[in-house]
């Protein structure tokens, strides 16, 4: 059996540190001020047009307190076209590493990470870019989400002590629970958002593998001048 089995875990943590990237940005306000409004430490990062809508919803002097850019963070630019963002081992130890494990927080002393208490994301719009007309093959392989699907699994895997947020309509009522708890979030609350993380990435590949299905290689081939 791959990796290793946990025993003791905290069943409240206090998030300090969260990684949000969304492409459903509705309600983003509701997390944003309610997660900032309950610590005023809270650290958040963020790429591309997340942290531009974050920027906005925090203002400028909310936004050098509390909002920083995950390339700042890893020290390494995002690709041209935002192909590779978040897909750093700093970030994946941040979300990986479990609180009790010795190994791991060495691991974390020596790059410099720190912990992610709370991944915010949902996917690129791949059911909604097909069901337009005229879609492509090429159209559709192009909102393929790659760094999203690795980072809710990842943060999902870590109940443990993560909570992998993937529901717009979960803001609200996940805010309104850290604040009858003193700013934390249980175990429990963190295991059920893990169970609707992973449905979440099961529909999605599940809608991607089915669309492909129906596509011939003709489909496929008509999008392209095969060079060679």
Known sequence: MAGNIVSKVDDWIRPQHVLISVSDKRDLAVLVNG??????????????G?????????????TEKHLEKVSTYTGQPETQGGLVKTLDFKIYLGILTETYNDDHRNDM????AVAMDMVVCNLYPFAETVAKAGVTVEMARANIDIGGPTMVRASAKNYLRVACVTDPADYG???????????????????ALAKKAFAHTAKYDSTIAGWLAERSDSDMESCYEKQG
């Open 173 to 191: 009522m996940l805010i309104s629970k850290m604040r009858a708890a003193g700013g934390r979030i249980d175990l429990k609350t963190r295991f």
């Open 109 to 112: 002393k020596r790059t410099g």
């Open 35 to 48: 997660l900032v409004s309950i610590n005023d430490g809270l650290k958040i990062f963020s790429t591309g």
């Open 50 to 62: 997340t942290y531009n809508k974050i920027a906005e919803i925090l203002g400028e002097q909310g």
